[in-house]
């Protein structure tokens, strides 16, 4: 059993386990603070770095962007850096590539007066909320969570065209010439899955068939470079359906790069694969422990 005592990294990943609608953003911002706190009150953090991985994994196992927080600190105690200023150093990169993220969607989505959008991500309601205000958005209830109907009620809070469907109907507000989706990421692994909300691999995939482009906007925290197309471990979640009862569901799936347009990333737009994802973790690395 470890010697190492973290409180405050302990109370953050009981906050993260157990909160079901915030995203991975906000996750990784909620535990990189933790770690900054440790570090302040006197925690060797270099010497609790198995405790710290802990910690964090359990917190959520499949959003990926907290685990650049270990990871992250091993590397900064490897080069004698301080693990508390690579943490402060990630959610600094983490602020800028929010910013150069939107400029890209706005490229890639040009000319789409629809959006389409399944689930609640805070990159991708940054997104939405720099585009026109002429552009129709359709956002899809997310179940089981209902996390799009809180995207859809933000939104409609600062006066956007918001309609909000059940997921089964998304396929129906896809028209070829006009629209586009576009998702967030929980996790990208090395070979270029995403993995996202339940229902996004069957809303890309509807988007491709019907000639309508899919696009996936993540940062380099998103990215898991070590990881395959069905490495990671899916959370299930409980939730009741009406004249039948209690059913347990995958809350997340992965999409293959094959199925989308493109990733929406603060480096531009990138071709969906393994080359894209290995380049913005190298240089994610370089950025905040340069």
């Given at each position: 059993?470890?010697?190492?005592?973290?409180?405050?990294?302990?109370?953050?990943?009981?906050?993260?386990?157990?909160?079901?609608?915030?995203?991975?953003?906000?996750?990784?911002?909620?535990?990189?603070?933790a770690l900054i706190e440790e570090a302040e009150a006197g925690a060797d953090i270099c010497s609790c770095l198995e405790?710290?991985?802990?910690?964090?994994?359990?917190?959520?196992?499949?959003?990926?962007?907290?685990?650049?927080?270990?990871?992250?600190?091993?590397?900064?105690?490897?080069?004698?850096?301080?693990?508390?200023?690579?943490?402060?150093?990630?959610?600094?990169?983490?602020?800028?590539?929010?910013?150069?993220?939107?400029?890209?969607?706005?490229?890639?989505?040009?000319?789409?007066?629809?959006?389409?959008?399944?689930?609640?991500?805070?990159?991708?309601?940054?997104?939405?909320?720099?585009?026109?205000?002429?552009?129709?958005?359709?956002?899809?209830?997310?179940?089981?969570?209902?996390?799009?109907?809180?995207?859809?009620?933000?939104?409609?809070?600062?006066?956007?065209?918001?309609?909000?469907?059940?997921?089964?109907?998304?396929?129906?507000?896809?028209?070829?010439?006009?629209?586009?989706?576009?998702?967030?990421?929980?996790?990208?692994?090395?070979?270029?899955?995403?993995?996202?909300?339940?229902?996004?691999?069957?809303?890309?995939?509807?988007?491709?068939?019907?000639?309508?482009?899919?696009?996936?906007?993540?940062?380099?925290?998103?990215?898991?470079?070590?990881?395959?197309?069905?490495?990671?471990?899916?959370?299930?979640?409980?939730?009741?359906?009406?004249?039948?009862?209690?059913?347990?569901?995958?809350?997340?799936?992965?999409?293959?790069?094959?199925?989308?347009?493109?990733?929406?990333?603060?480096?531009?737009?990138?071709?969906?694969?393994?080359?894209?994802?290995?380049?913005?973790?190298?240089?994610?690395?370089?950025?905040?422990?340069?």
């Amino acid at each position: 059993m470890s010697t190492c005592r973290l409180p405050a990294l302990e109370e953050a990943a009981r906050e993260v386990r157990e909160e079901k609608t915030m995203g991975a953003s906000w996750a990784l911002y909620r535990l990189a603070k933790a770690l900054i706190e440790e570090a302040e009150a006197g925690a060797d953090i270099c010497s609790c770095l198995e405790e710290v991985e802990r910690l964090v994994e359990d917190a959520s196992p499949t959003m990926v962007p907290p685990r650049w927080i270990p990871r992250l600190a091993l590397e900064a105690c490897r080069r004698g850096h301080s693990p508390a200023e690579a943490a402060r150093g990630l959610l600094d990169y983490q602020s800028r590539a929010f910013q150069l993220l939107a400029e890209a969607a706005r490229t890639a989505l040009r000319g789409a007066h629809t959006v389409v959008t399944l689930s609640y991500s805070g990159t991708v309601e940054r997104i939405l909320h720099s585009l026109p205000a002429s552009t129709r958005i359709v956002v899809a209830e997310s179940r089981p969570g209902g996390e799009g109907a809180i995207l859809a009620s933000r939104l409609a809070g600062s006066r956007r065209q918001v309609l909000v469907v059940p997921d089964s109907a998304l396929a129906l507000h896809l028209e070829p010439g006009g629209t586009a989706v576009i998702f967030g990421a929980d996790a990208v692994t090395g070979d270029g899955c995403v993995y996202n909300k339940v229902g996004s691999r069957l809303l890309a995939l509807a988007a491709k068939s019907l000639g309508v482009p899919a696009y996936s906007a993540f940062d380099a925290t998103k990215t898991l470079p070590e990881a395959g197309c069905r490495d990671l471990r899916v959370e299930e979640w409980t939730y009741s359906i009406e004249g039948w009862g209690t059913v347990r569901v995958p809350v997340f799936e992965a999409i293959e790069p094959a199925h989308l347009a493109g990733y929406i990333t603060e480096h531009g737009i990138l071709a969906p694969g393994s080359r894209s994802v290995k380049t913005l973790a190298r240089r994610l690395v370089e950025n905040v422990l340069a």
